[in-house]
């Protein structure tokens, strides 16, 4: 009996000194529930990355070109100038030391990428312009254009690759030679399963300054497994790519990759 | 007690406060550049074909034509050293001054590059050569013909000494931007000559420019053997009586014996680490293969046949080693794990296999095969055992080694009469000699060219 009281006494004096510690717990309890709310919570507030859109547009790769830049481009600017020599290279140097690369494009010209929506649909003529991206799918207005094009399209009617065809979504990349190199370096990887031709995969990475990729992935599973692993093996072991052309004002490059 | 407890509890509700703004800090600048979203391009992969070459305009460069004396002769050797390596490299479709010539060009880089694009090229080297003082400068810039744009802007300057230097640099970085490769106007390669009357150790550049000698033993020198990071070489040399392993510091100048005692040691290879040298080993007339520390400690043998075991190379991986054995009759080509074990055979094809040396990626073995009587350089791919003779012919073609870059080899052939060290492609095209003074043989390219 006397044990009983004893024992809710005991309770009792035991809980009200612990009073302060209970109050740590719950406080303790409800951040962590404000934390994980937070956490889960943020990144759903935060914007989400544009959709990716495909628009499939003729890229002519600088070899072909014959033709004239597109009126819609900026024109007449200045020549890239070496950048300013800053800290001189070197004073006596045995060995001539190239200069390390500038976070600031000085060379570059102030253009504005005019985002215009290129047209979502395939153009089938050549020549749709000079520059892979930046050209929209207009109609060339210089009337040059296909002057070196094939029927199928491609101006390189005999290339190592046969026809490129090509969705650009970045008006600002303009370099032919860029992606002839990148082709070609993946192409000389890829082995095909033998499977179907109708068997193609999307796959997607990033090209950092430097030519190394990132985000390596399959956007678009070809449904077998082992098409899409042997494309990704292509462009893995096709990487390093060439570090990003000096002009090109973006950290990295985006590439969708159609690989059939 | 009770106010330690609140304390407490203050403290942890701030840290827990920290530690909710610490989870809140990464996601918060993680979206920001976005206003500068990568774009991304699509392209579309259809299926094989080989690398097509880079059409690449290089008009005259500015400034060397007006330059007089020293200057001049730095400015146009800086300009044929740029084209050279551009077209050695074997990567471009080079268009110079005499073809562009044909072309109307304004002189206004941007109102031309359609001038320069109708003769299909892609790309447009400019280089402007000046001086300053007794320094030259040199602008070396790469152009996108279809944009105008820049793809690489480069600025040189140093004593006229250093001009074949700046343009060997300039020509990589190029090499660098337009391929994603790794270029090899940088590398060296070492071989031994008896144009002094004793056989000596020297060095060269790539292109057989700069022959320069390291050993003045005044005996018989020869195999060297590049160190990983360039800056050194082991070489055999029977200066001090029996053959030895050396090691000579270029930098410094300096040499010192890695291993000498023993009836004889030769044909020294690096571990691609550097910090062991494999090599033949003679202690009482059977010769095996040996490690040591490149200090010279450590000695250990890996081999242990009746038969001649010889001439080790050190798989660029580091995990393998192939070599020369007699065992089987006839001198064959075997690969062994560094440690000794699992040692196989890798040539089955004539009678005689002798001189591995290893393609830097490490999937082919190139070596000196004897096929219908004659000397000839063969490659083996080490995983599928293909063979192809890349040579034919007299002329004794044997001890070859590749460039760093796996598109070139280097080998010593009689064809001219005296011993000389030529290059060519990996399918035998663009050959070149490259020595002319004396008989020079055992060359050995360096395997990495200093980093940038």
């Known amino acids: ?260 | 007690m009770r106010p330690r407890n609140v304390a407490l509890t203050v403290l942890s509700c701030l840290l827990l406060l920290a530690l909710v703004l610490a989870a809140q800090q990464p996601p918060a600048p993680a979206p920001p550049p976005d206003e500068q979203q990568p774009p991304q391009v699509t392209l579309e992969l259809n299926r094989g074909g080989q690398a097509r070459k880079i059409k690449l305009a290089f008009p005259a460069f500015r400034g060397p034509g007006q330059m007089a004396g020293d200057a001049g002769k730095a400015g146009r050797e800086l300009e044929e050293t740029v084209r050279r390596d551009l077209d050695l490299s074997g990567y471009f479709e080079i268009q110079g001054p005499d073809v562009l010539s044909g072309l109307a060009l304004t002189g206004d880089v941007q109102q031309d590059l359609a001038a320069y694009r109708s003769t299909g090229n892609e790309v447009l080297l400019l280089g402007d050569v000046r001086t300053e003082g007794d320094r030259i400068v040199f602008e070396g810039r790469v152009l996108d013909l279809g944009s105008g744009q820049a793809v690489l802007a480069k600025r040189y300057k140093g004593p006229f000494t250093v001009s074949r230097r700046m343009a060997h640099t300039f020509a990589d970085e190029v090499i660098r931007f337009l391929t994603g490769k790794v270029g090899i106007a940088l590398s060296s390669i070492a071989f031994s000559s008896d144009r002094t009357g004793n056989k000596e150790i020297y060095v060269m550049d790539y292109d057989g420019a700069d022959q320069r000698r390291i050993t003045g033993h005044r005996s018989t020198s020869m195999s060297p053997a590049w160190s990983p990071g360039g800056g050194a070489l082991a070489y055999t040399s029977f200066f001090n009586g029996p053959p030895g392993i050396y090691f000579a510091d270029l930098a410094s100048g300096k040499k010192r014996p890695v291993v000498a005692s023993g009836s004889l040691n030769t044909s020294p290879s690096f571990s691609p680490d550097g910090r062991r040298i494999a090599f033949a080993r003679s202690l009482d007339g059977n010769i095996e293969i040996f490690l040591a520390d490149a200090d010279g400690g450590g000695l250990r043998r890996l081999t242990n046949s009746n038969a001649i075991d010889t001439n080790p190379a050190w798989s660029p991986k580091g995990g393998e080693i192939a070599f020369t054995s007699s065992r089987a009759g006839n001198p064959h080509l075997y690969l062994m794990d560094a440690e000794g074990a699992n040692q196989r055979r890798l040539t089955f094809d004539g009678a005689y296999n002798d001189g591995a040396a290893w393609s830097p990626d490490g999937d082919l073995v190139a070596y000196t095969s004897r096929r219908e009587g004659a000397f000839q350089i063969a490659v083996t791919n080490v995983g599928t055992l293909e063979t192809a003779v890349l040579t034919s012919g007299p002329g004794e073609n044997e001890s070859p080694t590749f460039s760093p870059d796996g598109r070139k080899i280097a080998f010593t052939s009689r064809r001219s009469g005296r011993k000389q060290i030529y290059v060519m492609d990996l399918d035998g095209g663009n050959l070149r000699q490259i020595t002319t003074e004396g008989n020079n043989d055992l060359a050995d390219w360096s395997r990495s060219v200093p980093e940038k």
């Open chain 1, 1 to 260: 009996m006397s044990a009983a009281v004893d024992h809710v006494l005991e309770r009792r004096s035991r809980r009200a000194g612990r009073r302060p510690e209970a109050i740590s717990l719950t406080a303790a309890a409800l951040l962590h529930g404000v934390a994980v709310g937070l956490i889960l919570l943020l990144p759903r507030l935060a914007p989400s990355p544009p959709a990716l859109s495909f628009v499939p547009v003729q890229i002519i790769p600088a070899q072909a070109l014959g033709v004239r830049r597109p009126a819609s481009r900026p024109k007449a600017r200045k020549p890239p100038e070496p950048e300013p020599e800053k800290a001189a290279p070197q004073p006596e140097p045995e060995e001539p030391v190239p200069e390390p690369p500038r976070k600031d494009v000085p060379v570059l010209p102030p253009e504005k990428p005019e985002k215009k929506p290129p047209e979502p649909k395939p153009r089938t003529e050549a020549g749709t312009g000079t520059n892979p991206a930046g050209t929209s799918p207009q109609p060339n207005p210089d009337g040059e254009a296909g002057r070196r094009g094939g029927p199928t399209g491609s101006p390189l009617g005999s290339s190592a690759f046969g026809s490129q065809i090509a969705g650009l979504d970045n008006p600002d990349f303009k370099f032919g030679y860029y992606i002839d190199q990148l082709l070609s370096a993946i192409d000389a990887k890829w082995l095909r399963p033998p499977l179907s031709d109708e068997v193609q995969a999307i796959i997607s990475f990033r090209i950092e300054r430097d030519g190394s990729i990132t985000d390596l992935e399959v956007a678009q599973s070809s449904g077998y497994n082992s098409f899409d692993l042997a494309a990704l093996r292509a462009v893995q072991n096709a990487s390093p790519f060439p570090p990003l052309p000096r002009a090109y004002r973006h950290d990295s490059l985006g590439v969708n990759l159609i690989v059939r």
